[in-house]
């Protein structure tokens, strides 16, 4: 056994519809074709909440030696300034990171951010494989069929596929009632 692929995925909600599966996704079969895009869609959509296997904390950017501005990696979902830096306030615009504070794209020096990365299907675990899959699945059926009984049992599969995801994300990050900001910063108020 191996790990879902994108083929298996888009194989999973064609059956959900009652289609046959294909072979390969360039198929020509319109049916797979839309699967594969609400694959993708579904995706990008679970992945832009940020999870551990797909974000990375103290991430460094360099500014470009001539414009002086960072251009973000093409797959970035999201961004935020590294929780010890105050001086920045930073957000994404147009593919670069923009400073809030200073009003401006340009930077003196590297950065460090905490970033969401868009992974392709494959590089991801697979429990978040087949969350997204079953997600797909049930959107691709709304879409095609919408039937309400058969939307009632995909939803109750995706639904426990969520829970298994929470469960190994909380299990991966190891989380604590300590390592949240805020938790931090009512620990060590000053009074």
Same mark, same amino acid.
């Given at each position: ?17 009652? *289609? ?12 797979? *074709? ?10 990008? *959509? %679970? ?18 030696? %001539? ?59 697979? %429990? ?10 049930? %959107? ?52």
């Amino acid at each position: 056994m191996t790990p879902t692929s994108k083929l298996e995925a888009v194989n999973v909600m064609l059956s959900s519809i009652g *289609e046959a599966p294909v072979n390969s996704l360039s198929s020509g079969l319109l049916d797979a *074709e839309l699967a594969e895009t609400i694959l993708n869609n579904a995706n990008r *959509e %679970v992945q832009s909440k940020g999870w551990h296997f797909n974000t990375e904390n103290g991430y460094p950017l360099t500014p470009d030696n %001539v414009t002086k501005q960072i251009a973000l990696p093409t797959n970035t979902l999201g961004v935020d300034g590294d929780v010890q830096s105050t001086q920045l306030d930073i957000a994404q615009r147009s593919g670069k990171l923009y400073n809030r504070v200073g009003h401006t794209f340009t930077f003196d020096n590297a950065v460090k951010v905490t970033i969401i990365l868009l992974l392709d299907f494959e590089d991801i675990p697979e %429990v978040a494989r087949r969350y997204i899959a079953l997600r797909a699945a049930r %959107v691709f059926q709304d879409r095609t069929i919408g039937s309400s009984e058969l939307h009632g049992f995909q939803q109750r599969d995706e639904m426990e596929a969520k829970l298994e995801l929470d469960e190994q994300e909380n299990r991966d990050a190891d989380y604590n009632i300590f390592n949240g900001v805020d938790t931090y910063s009512i620990i060590n108020r000053r009074g």
